[in-house]
């Protein structure tokens, strides 16, 4: 079976920083594109941002320039380093990957698989 686990959330003050760490664990054969999704009381999940297996990366207009995502292919991990954090930003972030494994010995896809989430709250 392949998960993925999110860890890094908490409570921070504005102007603060967080790094937030997605970890994919399983019979997985490939990762493609990994991505942070958040999703704040009341509204809609929205993408943060998202990063190719070769390392292309995508943000969303309200996090660009201050939030980096990137990944580790060699320990199966995303990260997504929050830096100059605003009140607005605090939500419930959530890792999604497309990922190719092993289910026993047949091969699987899952393009959609999300991890439960960690509450990032920025709060004075």
């Known amino acids: 079976q392949v998960q993925l686990v999110e860890s890094g959330g908490g409570l921070v003050q504005p102007g603060g920083s967080l790094r937030l760490s997605c970890a994919a664990s399983g019979s997985i054969l490939r990762i493609n594109t990994m991505g942070w999704y958040r999703q704040a009381p009341g509204k809609e999940r929205e993408l943060v941002a998202s990063?190719?297996?070769?390392?292309?990366?995508n943000y969303a207009d309200s996090v660009k320039g201050r939030f980096t995502i990137s990944r580790d292919n060699t320990k199966n991990t995303a990260y997504l380093q929050m830096n100059s954090l605003k009140a607005e930003d605090t939500a419930t972030y959530y890792c999604n990957a497309d990922l190719e494994y092993y289910r026993g010995s047949v091969y699987r896809r899952n393009r959609e698989l999300w991890g439960q989430g960690t509450l990032v709250t920025v709060s004075s």
């Open positions: 990063i190719s297996s070769g390392g292309s990366t």
